[in-house]
């Protein structure tokens, strides 16, 4: 607990606002709290009375709008820190992880590393699609940028309520999934493209409870010397404290704040400056500029200025060092005249950071920022610990204990896990085997990205090897992984993808965790990578209700019981909860970015049909539960038993497909996962533009219908060279599998038993495919 400091201020800066915290009542400080937005619950503000209190003084407005962003949910993590501790704090185990700081930072060859991080920007973007949509953007380009990193390729996982939701069904106040739809896809293309960091994966998912709140998750990977490794932290006391980039405005006050409690039909006219506004055009500058200063080691530490601004960023720089400062809040470069001091110290203008600097060192920083046009000005320094002090034209508005500030002890909230009940699915109708593929094919969750995907640039930096593109059509949001070279001309390659399984995690949090996990290894495996890593961004409601809570520790068990399973490191997340609002509550929504190591970039594969004759083989064996999968959602149908998910054996299958990689006898190889077999098919021969012969009975389940729509057990369609079939099947060993057609020139023939049963018009299906999403 705090003690009085001796050297604490006698007089503050003129015009700055002492607010009665020691006295007053509960009610009297939660009415307080409540008229200036500071978002204190009881716990909280009883903490602050009991401090200031001790320090025998009543707080400023500085000291409190600090404390209000720092002890938000969104930059205090209270009440998911006791949750991901447990589960993966034994998942990034050195010395393959190097860091896991503002971004988690893993191996990549000798000399080399790569970052990786995903955030959300959903409260933004849902008042203001374009701008909330950007500047998350912007902060995930910042946060692998503040551990040394330049960012080689981002990725997009979008939620929304159904583009064709009546006018009726949309609550007043809230903007139409449509409109929300083309301005996230518009701020994401404008700012990628003019940044110049290629978009290579992601996704477009529809349900119902995304209409109030959309989840624009945005994730990040940059590559790095290990030599430019630079840690999030302030290294000694004396150091300068440079903050370089943007100027600051009012854009953005309150930011994290707003992120930290649920949606009202009056966010939009309330909220809507608690939005950034990016400058993607002064990004790159700054990008290249800190890359400099790191190369020519001129930075210690650096912290990226995102959710809380300047009080955020500063504090958590200089208390991972152990470290107090001495900040002087004029000297901060302003876009506009009359902002307070409070206004400065917690305002999220974007492209800012604060770099801790040795003295000797700032002139020499000043200039490498000034030769890339980018501001660079020293506004303080690092002091001994535990206080910090903040001026404002030398004379004092602020003095902390700044552990007191930015470590906020979690807060423990209570469980109550939901009542669940499981039936088995209905019978899947076999009358019309073609209408089913259409009906899963053609569904909102299948059609092709590719008008979305056609307007991000991808190709930028040329490191794109497997783009997002597969002979001339777009690969499916939820399918292979794409495959960059940070290193050009060097065969070791990175691959990247995303995944997520909202709709399972509905029906059993846990269950469908891990089933996101196995989603992400298939992808990886699908192409040539082994997995690696993931970062996770976890998107829930209201924690204050203690099923969301719940919800969120059955997640967070599942994503670590499927990353050992499945040999991957977590150096990295997020949270973002109070999701929802309006009688809303969004799915539990866990999104995985996941890479994977390609050792050599020969041996990629991708998932469109390579030649006639050639042998279509399923790897692992096909489930009866339809929990969960498309076809049960196109049908409302809940409560339904989930496939079980089976992650060690996938790991066994996926490592015996690499050696059939490497052994050169694979073609293509695609997952089965949203819409079963009756998209995984179609999509592979979209994209060689040819056909499929395929036995359904093959799958050893009891029905044609089964066959097509079952999305669980860890499977892959993967074909194989002609002549290659005893070489491919002793590799696989004991692994399940089974020979279920083959490749042919046109045309897509079901049968079942060598019994016909439908022959799908491909050159028919492909354009309805291709332009049914209806985006941007």
């Not at 998350?136 to 380009?141: A, P, R």
Request: glycine share 12%; aromatic share 6%.
């Amino acid at each position: 607990m705090a003690t009085r400091d001796r050297s604490e201020p006698e007089g503050w800066a003129e015009g700055i606002e002492t607010i009665p915290f020691r006295s007053g009542s509960t009610a009297e400080l939660a009415r307080i709290a409540r008229t200036r937005g500071l978002g204190f619950d009881e716990r909280e503000l009883a903490r602050l009375r009991s401090y200031f209190r001790r320090a025998r003084r009543d707080p400023t407005d500085v000291e409190l709008a600090g404390l209000a962003q720092s002890w938000s949910e969104h930059c205090s993590y209270k009440s998911s820190r006791p949750f991901l501790k447990k589960a993966f704090a034994r998942l990034h185990p050195s010395p393959r992880v190097l860091g896991t700081g503002d971004a988690g930072v893993l191996r990549f060859e000798d000399g080399f590393a790569y970052a990786l991080r995903i955030e959300s920007h959903n409260h933004p973007s849902a008042v203001e699609p374009y701008g909330g949509a950007a500047t998350g953007i912007g902060g995930i380009l910042r946060d692998v940028l503040a551990v040394g990193a330049k960012p080689i390729a981002l990725a997009d996982p979008l939620f929304f309520g159904p583009l064709d939701t009546p006018a009726e069904r949309v609550p007043p106040g809230v903007k139409s999934p449509r409109y929300l739809a083309t301005g996230v896809i518009a701020g994401i293309r404008d700012y990628g493209n003019r940044v110049g960091v290629p978009t290579v994966s992601g996704g477009i998912s529809f349900d119902p409870s995304y209409i109030v709140n959309p989840l624009v998750n945005v994730g990040c990977v940059g590559f790095l010397p290990r030599a430019r490794l630079r840690p999030n932290r302030a290294h000694r006391a004396g150091d300068h404290l440079v903050l370089v980039g943007g100027a600051t405005g009012r854009d953005g006050i309150g930011g994290v704040a707003f992120a930290s409690k649920e949606l009202t039909e009056r966010s939009e006219s309330e909220s809507r400056g608690a939005v950034q506004l990016g400058n993607p055009i002064l990004k790159q500058p700054l990008i290249r500029a800190c890359v400099e200063a790191f190369d020519r080691d001129l930075v210690r530490g650096l912290k990226d200025l995102g959710g809380g601004g300047l009080a955020t960023a500063s504090g958590e720089l200089v208390h991972a060092g152990g470290l107090g400062s001495r900040i002087d809040l004029a000297r901060v470069p302003l876009r506009e005249e009359g902002l307070r001091p409070w206004e400065v110290w917690i305002s999220e203008s974007q492209e800012r950071m604060i770099l801790d600097v040795r003295p000797a060192d700032v002139p020499e920083v000043v200039s490498v920022f000034r030769k890339h046009d980018v501001t660079a000005t020293d506004i303080g320094e690092v002091a001994p610990p535990p206080f910090e002090t903040i001026e404002w034209e030398g004379r004092p508005v602020a003095h902390l204990d700044v552990g007191f500030r930015v470590d906020l002890p979690p807060c423990h909230r209570p469980l109550r896990a939901r009542a669940r009940r499981f039936r088995r699915a209905p019978p899947v109708p076999e009358d019309d085997v073609g209408g089913l593929v259409r009906d899963l094919l053609l569904a909102p969750d299948s059609v092709s990205r590719e008008p979305v995907v056609r307007v991000y640039d991808h190709e930028v930096q040329g490191r794109t090897i497997v783009k997002p593109l597969h002979g001339g059509i777009v690969s499916p949001s939820h399918g292979d992984a794409a495959i960059v070279q940070p290193r050009p001309g060097r065969p070791r390659a990175l691959a990247i993808t995303t995944a997520s399984q909202p709709w399972s995690c509905r029906e059993d949090p846990r269950v469908g965790a891990i089933s996101v996990v196995e989603e992400a290894a298939r992808n990886l495996y699908a192409v040539g990578a082994r997995p690696d890593a993931f970062t996770n961004c976890l998107n829930f409601g209201n924690p204050e209700d203690p099923s969301v809570m719940a919800d969120f520790a059955a997640t967070t068990r599942g994503l670590a019981e499927g990353a050992r399973a499945l040999g991957f490191a977590v150096p990295s997340g997020n949270v973002s909860f109070y999701n929802g609002g309006l009688g809303a509550a969004i799915a539990p929504t866990p999104v995985l970015m996941a890479t994977g190591i390609v050792d050599d970039v020969e041996h990629a594969v991708t998932s469109d049909l390579k030649a006639p004759g050639n042998p279509l083989y399923l790897l692992g064996g096909t489930p009866q539960e339809l929990g969960g999968s498309l076809w049960a959602r196109r049908r409302g149908l809940a409560g339904i038993e989930l496939p079980r998910p089976a992650p060690t054996r996938l790991r066994r299958r996926g490592e015996r497909l690499l050696a059939a990689i490497r052994a050169g006898v694979v073609r293509a190889a695609h997952d089965v996962s949203d819409g079963g077999l009756a998209v995984t098919l179609p999509e592979m021969a979209f994209g060689g533009r040819l056909g499929f012969s395929v036995d359904l009975a093959a799958t050893g389940v009891r029905s044609p219908g089964i066959a097509l729509a079952s999305e669980g057990g860890s499977r892959l369609v993967v074909e194989v060279d002609a002549g290659s079939e005893r070489r491919f099947e002793r590799i696989l060993g004991t692994e399940a599998w089974s020979v279920i057609g083959t490749v042919v020139d046109r045309a897509g023939a079901l049968r079942w038993n060598h019994r016909f049963l439908t022959e799908l018009p491909l050159d028919e299906l492909y354009p309805r495919w291709r332009t049914g999403l209806g985006l941007p």
